[in-house]
């Protein structure tokens, strides 16, 4: 049995919890929470099942140093100590990421410097010759933690950012992070028992990391590559059988519907849900919230409506109050979570939430709030016996902080009564251009390994059944799943929309 490492999964503000549930699920342990990262132990095939299954983490690192440091000479005097042999080798490329939380270390740039100073030096000393940099495209990426005098040095095992799935292909302005997407998710307690609906989709990011969670797929399935594909100690065998591995997927028997006021959106919607191979499970349809109509069986809503930052309304207040009236009138008896960034905005909507989750959706600290809709007065609800609020949703309102008084509003309270009727959203339709190449043999995914398209299955209720996802044999659009012999679809280059953090 493999012996068991230090590992830290980074994430997003607000969704550690979400995270520290995945990986215990996933079999770590040790798992402590901390700020915008989650630490556990395991072995290998936990390191690679981190990065392929994962949810809501960002990255996943493996510490390979923990010292004290006050000055940039004693950094790099404790990374000069470690045996870069073991790491990196002479003909290979590497690069340093520097986090600092430091009234020492003021620049997180001049650290990285200091850092690969170090281990450049090192083989100089050793070898005459030392390794190149490569920021772009290392072989070896490291990160450098600093919190005061605290530093951890460690390897980065995923390489590009974990959020960063594969199947976008296009988006619109201001895409919804996936993993803040799939946190959210996750956060509502839904896995696929009810239908799932987005009145205010964009480019489709919350339908398909619904579709991955009702199916327990790994979002992985869709990445090129990862960083821990270089390492030297590297097991293609033992993450062959991982990535091969759908033992735990299972059948979705609901539906996910998506709609959007702007015909663009839709079109971005379908395109990444075809790319993912998921439009059997999700329907994207061009309509304005205002007009939807009540669901004819049980279902869950999740909506990222505009905030007046990055994307707006002429009547923005006036959006939300439609949001309340529709939700009341047509969401009876069904859960709706908003997600939304300021106090005033979540005031028109005129319902009571049962839940607030502070979470950041990029730099803006923005609130994840549920609303339990019923018919008649809230007095008669709870007369019959019902709870707005459960005893672990009161605790964790109690622990929760919230919106911080007098924030700007940025002058758009003046130009509330303009347009009533006002588009949801304003778009910008990127377009992306993307190689058509034939299929191919996966067998080795470190030279040039294509990132998959799953391209439009007719048939995705039997998913099981021998199919192999390497190894040449394609996935099949036939009924009978991803086994046939059906070549799976184009394969892309995908631009990138999101920043890393």
Excluded at 134 to 160: F, Q, W, Y
Aim: a neutral charge.
């Amino acid at each position: 049995m493999e012996q068991e490492f230090e590992l830290i999964a980074k994430t997003f503000m607000g969704l550690e919890s979400v995270l520290a549930q995945e990986l215990t699920q996933l079999g770590a342990n040790n798992v402590q929470i901390g700020r915008r990262m989650v630490s556990f132990t395991g072995d290998k095939e936990l390191m690679y099942r981190a990065n392929f299954q994962l949810h809501t983490a960002i990255r996943v690192l493996k510490p390979i140093a923990h010292f004290k440091a006050t000055t940039a000479d004693e950094v790099y005097e404790e990374v000069k100590k470690i045996d870069w042999s073991q790491y990196i080798d002479l003909k290979e490329s590497f690069a340093v990421d520097s986090v600092v939380f430091s009234e020492e270390f003021r620049h997180s740039k001049f650290v990285s410097y200091k850092v690969k100073d170090a281990i450049v030096d090192q083989f100089r000393e050793k070898a005459g010759q030392r390794p190149n940099i490569s920021v772009s495209n290392p072989d070896i990426r490291l990160n450098m933690h600093i919190a005061e005098d605290k530093c951890t040095l460690s390897l980065d095992s995923s390489g590009e950012s974990l959020h960063r799935r594969g199947y976008r292909q296009e988006s619109v302005e201001a895409p919804l992070n996936e993993v803040l997407a799939a946190g959210m998710i996750l956060m509502t307690g839904w896995k696929g028992e009810t239908d799932f609906i987005d009145p205010m989709c964009g480019s489709g990011t919350l339908l398909v990391e619904a579709a991955l969670i009702a199916r327990n797929m790994a979002p992985g399935l869709f990445r090129k590559e990862y960083a821990f594909e270089k390492w030297h100690d590297f097991d293609s065998e033992l993450f062959d059988r991982i990535y091969n591995d759908d033992s735990q997927e299972r059948e979705f028997k609901h539906h996910i519907y998506g709609y959007d006021i702007d015909m663009a959106a839709v079109n971005t919607a379908t395109l990444n849900a075809k790319a993912a191979g998921l439009t059997n499970d999700i329907t994207v349809k061009q309509a304005d919230f205002k007009d939807f109509k009540q669901p004819e069986g049980k279902a869950i809503l999740v909506v990222n409506p505009p905030y007046g930052e990055r994307i707006s309304t002429p009547d923005l207040l006036g959006t939300y109050r439609m949001m309340g009236e529709v939700l009341k009138h047509q969401f009876k008896n069904n859960d709706a979570w908003v997600l939304s960034y300021r106090q005033e905005c979540f005031d028109q909507i005129g319902l009571k939430p049962s839940i607030k989750i502070p979470v950041y959706n990029g730099s803006l600290e923005c609130e994840f709030r549920k609303y339990q809709m019923f018919e008649g007065k809230l007095k008669e609800f709870r007369g019959e016996g019902n709870i707005l609020k459960t005893e672990d949703e009161k605790r964790a309102m109690s622990e929760k902080h919230r919106f911080k008084k007098n924030r700007d509003f940025k002058k758009r309270l003046d130009e509330e009564e303009e347009n009533e009727e006002g588009d949801i959203r304003t778009f910008k339709f990127h377009k992306i251009s993307f190689k058509d190449n034939d299929g191919g043999s996966r067998d080795d995914r470190r030279r040039g390994r294509d990132r998959k398209s799953f391209g439009d299955r007719s048939d995705r209720n039997d998913m099981k059944g021998g199919k192999e996802r390497r190894g040449g044999k394609s996935f099949g659009g036939d009924k009978g799943g991803r086994k046939g012999g059906k070549d799976f679809g184009k394969k892309f280059n995908n631009k990138r929309f999101n920043d890393d953090i």
